[in-house]
């Protein structure tokens, strides 16, 4: 027969009803599309403009069907049917005649990728990364070294020495992690809570200290907020307090190094509060229109400040998003480091392999103040802050995965415990002795040559300071003159 889900070879109706083959619409108001078939219910519209009564159109049907010149559908006729699907611009789809509406509640969440379970094991070993001893040692030390400069500069911040101060507690393996999947010449835009990445790539204490105290070895001489952090020589662009305004740069940054093809790629960091901004789209709309080669790492915390995710928004998770945006997507158990290094790994060779973005959705917990300008006490329960810190710790399980293969033991834990918080303590007692930067330098590194309006207020600031001493601390800031230029 012609007839292929009530559809008709647009050849069997010429034939019945003595249509010219002119592919297009006729005289009597019904159109034959170019795809050379058409619904049965569009030759009932036609059959009743010319042929009396209903038997006669059914029998005209019958006798298209039955034409004699085939009485099955041939080769054309499938390709002809196959051919009539939607055209519309931007979907992928099929014609169907059920009115469904898609409900997100129809839909099982997606899954969590993971390696380890909480007590250390494996779940398949065919995930294990098998990382070499000095490698886990060196996460694991990383992780822990963090975790010491936070609870110092944590404390710090409460006796008044610092201004402000953001803690890494339950995220470290989300950072140390992804650091160890990538190359450390990738390009790393953060939002503020990435401090372990640049850890990762040997920014020392004394750096971190001196950028927190904001002293006159301070890379940024003073002029940011601490947690700020930034080195170009280790390919970390330095954190802005806007949210999310990094996902777009990031973005901008792939894809200059997609025309370069130097055979890098970009991270993106940024958290769930992040996404809801408005930046987050256009930065994943334009990374997928433009096949840029750029990682989208986001910590799913649970809270935006004090925001909970039931709150921000109604979808499941970020990772949801992903293929709305036409971007390759996994969520990953952000408390398993060695899932994390799996996934970001892989992410990275699919950049480079395929040129494309690709969103990482880690599921993790902030065990931690959102800052030191914020008491979580007030919107989440104690219980609940101790059940993560204590049952899923992510420095808890990279180390019992580390003393099942036997690469670390309570000898081992004690001297390097002794050890990195020596080196912590040294690093900030350093840090709290320097100077603070010369008064002038807040005029610097802005312009390659500085204008005659800012030298102008230059001299004015400075004949203000040396004319009013008892003003100024001046014996706390290096002397005027030994800025640089």
Not at 416 to 442: N, S
Request: charged share 25%; glycine share 8%; hydrophobic share 35%.
């Amino acid at each position: 027969m012609h007839r292929v889900s009530n559809y008709l070879s647009l050849r069997a109706v010429q034939r019945c009803f003595k249509i010219p083959n002119n592919g297009g619409e006729i005289s009597s108001g019904i159109y034959f599309p170019r795809q050379n078939s058409v619904s049965v219910g569009g030759i009932r519209g036609y059959a009743a403009r010319v042929a009396p009564g209903v038997a006669a159109v059914d029998k005209a049907i019958q006798e298209a069907e039955s034409s004699t010149e085939g009485n099955k559908a041939t080769p054309a006729d499938a390709a002809d049917l196959a051919a009539d699907r939607p055209r519309f611009p931007g979907s992928r789809s099929k014609w169907t005649g059920k009115m469904d509406f898609l409900m997100p509640e129809a839909y099982e969440g997606i899954p969590v990728y993971r390696v380890m379970d909480r007590r250390g094991i494996i779940d398949d070993p065919t995930q294990d990364p098998n990382l070499d001893e000095a490698t886990l040692v060196k996460m694991y030390q990383t992780m822990t070294l963090l975790n010491y400069m936070d609870k110092i500069l944590y404390e710090s911040q409460r006796q008044g020495r610092i201004s402000f101060y953001m803690t890494h507690f339950g995220e470290e393996g989300t950072l140390i992690g992804s650091a160890a999947g990538l190359d450390d010449k990738d390009l790393a835009y953060v939002q503020y809570r990435e401090a372990g990445v640049l850890m990762w790539r040997g920014f020392t204490l004394d750096q971190f200290m001196n950028q927190c105290y904001g002293n006159e070895e301070d890379i940024g001489k003073g002029k940011q907020m601490p947690v700020h952090y930034g080195s170009k020589e280790l390919a970390f662009v330095t954190v802005s307090s806007p949210l999310a305004t990094q996902m777009p740069q990031a973005v901008g940054s792939a894809y200059a190094y997609k025309r370069a093809q130097n055979g890098k790629v970009v991270i993106c960091y940024f958290g769930d509060g992040a996404a809801s901004e408005g930046d987050a789209h256009a930065a994943l709309n334009f990374s997928a229109t433009l096949d840029c080669p750029i990682i989208f790492f986001c910590r799913n915390n649970g809270y935006a400040i004090s925001t909970p995710t039931s709150q921000q928004f109604r979808g499941d998770g970020i990772a949801s998003r992903g293929p709305g945006y036409g971007i390759p997507t996994i969520r990953v158990d952000g408390n398993d480091t060695l899932a994390i290094y799996n996934v970001t790994k892989a992410a990275r060779d699919l950049c480079l392999t395929q040129n494309r973005p690709v969103l990482i959705e880690a599921m993790t917990y902030r065990i931690g103040h959102h800052s030191t300008s914020d008491d979580s006490s007030a919107y989440r329960s104690v219980d609940e802050v101790k059940y993560w810190d204590q049952e899923d710790n992510p420095i808890s399980r990279i180390r019992k995965y580390m003393t099942h293969k036997g690469f670390w033991n309570d000898e081992k834990e004690t001297q390097w415990r002794d050890k990195a918080k020596k080196q912590v303590m040294v690093a900030f007692q350093k840090a709290e002795k320097k100077l603070r930067p010369a008064p002038e330098d807040l005029f610097n590194d802005v312009f390659d040559e500085l204008p005659w309006n800012l030298r102008k207020q230059r001299k004015e600031m400075l004949d203000a300071v040396k004319s009013h001493p008892e003003q100024y601390p001046l014996k706390e800031h290096a002397k005027i003159g030994s800025a640089s230029t």
